[in-house]
């Protein structure tokens, strides 16, 4: 039988990354080393809140969690209004005895992949939120990418944006952050796969199942049938959202990508917060005429989804 993967998750706790906290914790095919939480879908105190309350639900032993950039790098975030709730977590949120850690986010990060060099086990760095403090993380010690397997992270498109015609949500808070990492991922030849927004909502569990969840005297299983509820309200189903990164590591045979030159507009205009994604045949990032061409990176770009698949294994996964 295989090891568990370990990874590290860097979450703004909103309701998908709630589905991914309560999936990293009950899978056995993953090892959750620590959460780091950075400022998006709410405020990083609440973030920080709602993480721990995730945790506690789900049941998970003493991982770590560390508090991460409360900002964009350099301009503010657009707001990104109440999608999550009140509370970023539907309502839902509840106080917690879990402690956080006393090592802000970057230096949570820092030591556990130092750890993970040591032990010559490198970990797979899990990002559902803004790329703030992952940005920082590699600006600052970019010595860590040795312990780095593979970055995932939730965000971009191939296509169309959520908040803008042409921009992701997280990508949109901070497109100087994402600009960063995917730099940091070429110069320090970090394989690097974006989850976006062409694969995201796919994977969906019918509404009418969530009472099974919540008939159940698990924490986990109740919480997850209010946040789909929550989440799916006025629809027949709801996504999993960012949870689908982790069953991207757990079943990859069921995550299409493609490897393409990927970069990031930070200009002030209509394409603020895109992801740039060139699908002509035959490029490779690097054009005589292009300007711009040793601004690209290559990406493992998720451009289709096994829906089902993913839907089934979170399941099973927290119904155990």
């Known amino acids: 039988m295989a090891e568990p993967t370990p990874i590290l998750l860097d979450v703004d706790t909103g309701i998908d990354d709630a589905f991914a906290l309560l999936f990293a914790v009950r899978c ?13 879908n709410t405020g990083v105190d609440q973030v920080v809140a709602n993480t721990r309350y995730v945790l506690d639900a789900a049941g998970a032993p003493d991982v770590p969690v560390g508090r991460g950039a409360a900002h964009p790098l350099l301009h503010d975030a657009p707001d990104s209004g109440a999608f999550h709730g009140v509370d970023g977590l539907g309502g839902f949120s509840r106080p917690s005895d879990r402690r956080t850690s006393p090592l802000a986010a970057i230096d949570l ?35 860590v990418a040795a312990g780095i397997e593979r970055i995932v992270f939730m965000g971009g498109s191939a296509s169309r944006g959520n908040m803008t015609p042409v921009a992701e949500h997280n990508v949109l808070h ?41 008939d159940r005297l698990d924490p986990a299983c109740q919480l997850a049938a209010a946040l789909l509820r929550f989440r799916g309200r006025g629809e027949d189903s709801a996504g999993i959202g960012d949870a689908g990164t982790l069953c991207a590591l757990v079943r990859p045979e069921g995550l299409t990508v493609e490897r393409l030159p990927v970069t990031v507009d930070t200009g002030f205009g209509p394409g ?3 992801t740039i994604v060139d699908r002509r045949p035959g490029f490779v990032g690097r054009s005589v005429t292009d300007p711009f061409s040793t601004h690209w990176t290559s ?16 399941w099973s996964t927290i119904t155990g």
């Open 299 to 314: 990406v493992d770009v998720a451009v289709a989804v096994d829906a089902t698949g993913y839907a089934d294994l979170w």
């Open 28 to 40: 056995p095919d993953l090892d959750l080393r620590a959460v780091t939480c950075v400022g998006g």
């Open 174 to 214: 901070d497109p100087e952050a994402t600009a960063i990492v995917l730099a940091a991922a070429r110069d320090l030849d970090i394989p690097i796969t974006m989850y976006g927004l062409d694969v995201f909502d796919l994977p969906r569990i019918p509404l009418d199942r969530a009472g099974e969840l919540a």
């Open 109 to 143: 990060l820092r030591h556990e992949l130092q750890s993970a060099i040591a032990n010559g086990e490198p970990v797979t760095l899990v990002a559902t939120g803004p790329l703030t403090t992952v940005a920082l993380l590699l600006r600052a010690h970019p010595d």
């Open 272 to 274: 603020r917060g895109q």
